[in-house]
């Protein structure tokens, strides 16, 4: 599907629709509807993105396989150079799955500041890429609520320290992947759907809300915005994609997952009676 295609498909998608539904919050995720219509980075966003230091990236590296993937840089590296296009001017390093990403593609890309408990969605086409960095074209841009960002969860390093070592490609987390999984109080998520292109997004919660195997992995869903991207996107396509920062080590893991509707489990975390599994394919930790 072309960039211009899938600027006149934005709106909630076939899969959005049906979740919503079947949570029963089809008439109050209507309401925000315009949000997922086509975006526009105004001026008080501009401001937002110059002054970011973190950002995290979903698309494909060269064999498909989808990847989310964290930026960072000083305030300056993300640029909206007009209303409909954004400059990142960072290059991933050589060690990341998403360092030879192809351009032509899907992005999805969510820009957090912790400390003051703010988020930001983009979505569109991945065009340019040169020394500099590369560039978005945008379909869809709105801001998030902050619930579930915890100022103290801020997971990643300085982010002057670029150089990243990759320490372990692999099928199945390692004991201490799954050890720096039960720690985390927050994570991020990839999605993809094939004409609305790729999401990204944040979860958040108490330390231990994800529950890691060594194939697979779970974790609560808590109430939301009811626009429910990231499940819409699963229902159509079970792609994913997780990111885990724990200071200089970060962790990405590429898979499929299903939301679980009917979780029969005495745990308090489960308040909405659903729950993500992710089934775990590929699995690379780098280290600063």
């Known amino acids: 599907m072309t960039h211009e295609e899938r600027l006149a498909a934005v709106g909630f998608h076939s899969g959005e629709l049906a979740v919503q539904s079947r949570a029963g919050v089809r008439a109050r995720a209507a309401r925000l509807a315009p949000m997922a219509s086509r975006g526009r980075l105004g001026a008080g966003t501009a401001t937002f993105l110059a002054s970011a230091r973190l950002a995290v990236l979903t698309a494909r590296d060269p064999d498909g ?24 001017d960072v290059e991933l390093p050589d060690v990341d799955p998403l360092a030879a990403a192809p351009t032509d593609q899907p992005a999805g890309l969510l820009v957090i500041d912790f400390a003051a408990r703010r988020r930001y ?19 869809q841009a709105y801001g998030n609520c902050p619930k579930y960002i915890h100022p103290a969860a801020q997971p990643m390093a300085d982010p002057r320290q670029t150089d990243r070592r990759r320490v372990f490609t692999g099928a199945a987390l390692r004991p201490e992947d799954r050890g720096l999984i039960r720690r985390s109080a927050t994570f991020f998520l990839g999605t993809t759907h094939p004409t609305s292109g790729n999401d990204a997004s944040h979860r958040g919660g108490p330390a231990g809300f994800v529950h890691p195997e060594a194939g697979s992995l779970w974790w609560p869903d808590y109430p939301g915005n009811d626009m429910f991207n990231s499940f819409g996107n ?6 994913a994609a997780l990111l885990f920062v724990d200071g200089g080590t970060t962790l990405q893991v590429s898979g499929t997952a299903e939301l679980d509707w009917d979780v029969e489990q005495s745990d308090d975390s489960l308040r909405t009676g659903r729950r993500v599994v992710f089934a775990t394919q590929r699995v690379i930790a780098t280290l600063r």
């Open 121 to 139: 969605r983009i979505n569109g086409q991945l065009t340019q890429r040169d020394s500099l960095g590369f560039a978005i074209d945008v379909d």
């Open 234 to 239: 699963l229902a159509v396509d079970p792609s």
């Open 65 to 88: 396989q989808l990847w989310i993937s964290p930026l960072s840089g000083e305030p300056g590296f993300l640029a909206a150079v007009t209303p409909t296009r954004l400059h990142i």
